[in-house]
């Protein structure tokens, strides 16, 4: 298994914690729903799109019969992803105190953008594969095409 599969599903698992501590949390003290916005996307882009791109990466290339094409730009995604969704949510969470984080909420919102630009992006090539293959001899009747 890839390092980018197994510690996207991981960070999908950690932040579904996160963000199930702050519904608690927003359930028994209502003034908490000021942190509504950090909760949909801790669960949300954290949870359930963290582990949507790590278990699609495992498996559309197993499904298809394709290479992924790009390991890279997934390594990419898994950092553009995280560092974007931790930052987006910092801001969520401080928005209310400090009009600043205003900041944080739009760089994390760029990243956590570029991360699923990259996914989207691999997936699409990895489902379209390396293309059309050169035919083997027995497909030319056993003779080769003049070099
Ligand atoms: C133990 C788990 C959870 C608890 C206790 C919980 C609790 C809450 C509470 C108290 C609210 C605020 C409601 C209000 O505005 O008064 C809320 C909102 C929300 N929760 Fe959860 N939640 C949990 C899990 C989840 C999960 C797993 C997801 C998504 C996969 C989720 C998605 C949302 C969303 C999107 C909102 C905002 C809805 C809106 O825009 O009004 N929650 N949750
Ligand atoms: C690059 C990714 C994303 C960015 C930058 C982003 C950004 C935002 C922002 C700025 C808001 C307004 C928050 C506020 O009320 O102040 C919002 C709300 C919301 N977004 Fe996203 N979002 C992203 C992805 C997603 C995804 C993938 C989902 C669902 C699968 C989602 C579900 C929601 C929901 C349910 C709300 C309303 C939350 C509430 O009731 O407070 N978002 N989003």
């Known amino acids: 298994m890839d390092w980018f599969v197994r510690y996207f599903i991981k960070s999908a698992l950690v932040y579904l914690g996160l963000g199930i501590c702050f519904g608690i949390w927003m359930g028994f003290v209502p003034n908490a729903t000021i942190y509504r916005p950090a909760h949909a996307h801790l669960n949300l882009l954290g949870f359930v ?37 931790v930052v987006l949510v910092l801001g969520f969470v401080f928005l ?48 080769r095409l003049p070099t």
């Open 49 to 85: 799109s963290m582990l949507i791109f790590g278990v699609a990466y495992h498996v559309i290339p197993r499904f298809t019969g394709h290479a992924l094409h790009s390991r890279r730009l997934a390594e990419l995604h898994w950092w553009a992803s995280n560092v974007g969704l």
């Open 96 to 143: 209310p105190w400090a009009p600043g984080a205003r900041l944080a909420i739009e760089v994390g919102a760029v990243l956590a953008a570029i991360g699923a630009f990259l996914f989207i992006y691999n997936l699409w090539r990895t489902l379209d594969g390396p293309g059309p293959k050169p035919s083997p001899p027995e497909a030319l009747g056993g003779r």
